[in-house]
């Protein structure tokens, strides 16, 4: 059973930025597929970026290329998030997830296998 830790949430003005934090109880997350998804009250979870395990490659939501950038420490236990330009439409509960299959590309949440608790980020305008 893989477990995933998120930490960094909370409240920023329009314009902040913050930076989200996995932390994973493996070795390595070399061979599984990281994403971090997200979601608001009343909609549905929502794909925000993906990390390749092994290879690096990553997927950006639309909504979120040029300001959200996914990052990774060196021994492959921690998974960042950093949110730059953040707006109010940001604001949602973000979700950590690993799915252990390796050189996938799917955005789906209903792909991956293990998440996080949640960390609550909100954006005041």
């Known amino acids: 059973q893989v477990q995933l830790v998120e930490s960094g949430g909370g409240v920023v003005q329009a314009g ?4 989200l934090s996995c932390a994973l109880s493996v070795r390595t997350f070399s ?9 608001a009250p009343g909609k549905e979870r929502e794909f ?16 979120v290329k040029g300001r959200f950038t ?3 420490d060196n021994l492959k236990t ?3 998030l950093q949110m730059h330009s953040l707006k109010p439409e940001d ?3 973000y979700y950590c997830a690993a799915d ?11 792909d991956f296998k293990y998440w996080g608790q949640g960390t609550q980020v909100t954006v005041s305008s």
């Open 16 to 19: 902040g930025s913050l930076r």
């Open 31 to 39: 061979g599984y597929r990281m994403g971090w998804f997200r979601q």
């Open 48 to 63: 925000v970026v993906a990390l390749e395990g092994s290879g690096g490659d990553t997927t950006y939501a639309d909504s």
């Open 70 to 72: 996914i990052s990774n």
């Open 78 to 80: 921690t998974v960042y």
């Open 91 to 93: 604001t949602a509960v």
């Open 100 to 110: 252990p299959c390796n050189f996938c590309t799917t955005t789906s949440p209903t």
